[in-house]
Each structure stands twice: as C-alpha cells, then as structure tokens.
C-alpha cells in the first residue's frame, strides 16, 4: 500500500510539471489553417452527379450548386461555371480526404525555450465544402542553444489543441 501511494504521488507530480511546461505553449497561429488552405491542400472539387438526365454538380471553392448538360469525365480539370475557378471534377465519390503531417515551430521567449509541434493535418472535400482539421500529436520542448529536447506525447487520438494530454 505505501509502494502505491509513492508511485502515485510520483504520477501526480510528473502530471503536474508536464502541465506547467504545456501552460507556456502559444495557441497554434491563426494564419496556419490559411496556409494549410493555400498551401498544403491548395484542390478544389467539382461533385457531379450523372444520376439524372441533366447533371447536378456542387463546387467546393464557392459553394456553388446547379445543373449543366455538359458531359465531364472523372478527374478532368475543368472550370467552375459559378466561380470560374479551376477544379476537378469527382463523379465516383462523395468525398475526397487527404492528409498531410506539418510541423509548427514556435519560440517562447518568457522560457527561453522553442517548441516543436508535430501535428496530422487533414482535408475532407464533399459537397458541402471543404474541411481542414489539425491534431497535435508530439511537442518537442527545445532548450535555447541546444539541437534536442524533450519529448511528449499525445494520449488522446485525434484531439483537438486544448484537449490533448501530455505524457
């Protein structure tokens, strides 16, 4: 019993310090979701649907939604006849999703310290728009002048920023 209450404390202590040290890390910048959108995930999809005799088509870079006569093939680029943007055309699926892992570098001055932060970052398409989400998985705390750091995990999969815990 004294074996684990010690270990308890121990956990309880660590938990602590690893919150302390994630208390200092800036919230993720508001421009990254923007440079994911131009950057990372730069496709727009034209959703066609050839299910009647004229074709309904949803564009995921205005939103747009109509019906053409004109005939497209699977995964031809073509232009948006609402917003004129260039896109290509899905007509087998419902939705497109591709992902792309990013990692974030963020000096906190207050600690003389960097921060490396590793997240997943993916791109849903479908007729209703476009998505982009961002999961944190690894941070790297990296003293000043040094090359390495230490290492923390994510627990949670798939949580959003302020809901990842740290070990």
Same mark, same amino acid.
């Given at each position: 019993?004294? $074996?684990?209450?010690?270990? #308890? ?5 660590? %938990? ?10 800036? /919230?993720? /910048?508001? %421009? ?20 009647? =005799? $004229?074709? &309904?088509?949803? *564009?995921?870079? *205005?939103?747009?939604?109509?019906? $053409? ?23 087998? +699926?419902? $939705? &497109?999703? &591709?992902?792309? +892992?990013?990692?974030?570098? !963020? =000096?906190? /001055? ?9 997240? %997943? =970052? ?17 941070? =790297? ?15 949670? /999969? +798939?949580?959003?920023?302020? #809901? !990842?815990?740290?070990?």
């Amino acid at each position: 019993n004294v $074996t684990w209450l010690k270990k #308890q404390r121990a956990t309880n202590r660590k %938990r602590d310090r690893i919150a302390k040290m994630m208390s200092i890390v800036d /919230p993720v /910048p508001e %421009r990254a979701e923007q440079w994911l959108n131009e950057e990372i995930f730069p496709e727009h999809y034209l959703f066609v649907s050839d299910k009647e =005799a $004229t074709r &309904k088509y949803t *564009c995921t870079k *205005c939103g747009g939604n109509s019906w $053409t006569k004109k005939k497209y093939k699977n995964y031809q680029m073509t232009i948006c006849p609402k917003c004129g943007a260039e896109v290509k055309v899905e007509k087998k +699926n419902n $939705t &497109k999703f &591709k992902y792309a +892992n990013v990692i974030i570098l !963020q =000096a906190v /001055p207050k600690a003389g310290v960097w921060v490396e932060r590793q997240f %997943r =970052a993916e791109a849903w398409w479908s007729p209703n728009g476009k998505k982009i989400d961002m999961h944190e998985n690894i941070r =790297a705390i990296i003293s000043r002048g040094e090359n390495y750091g230490k290492v923390y995990y994510g627990t949670e /999969p +798939n949580a959003e920023e302020w #809901q !990842q815990d740290w070990w």
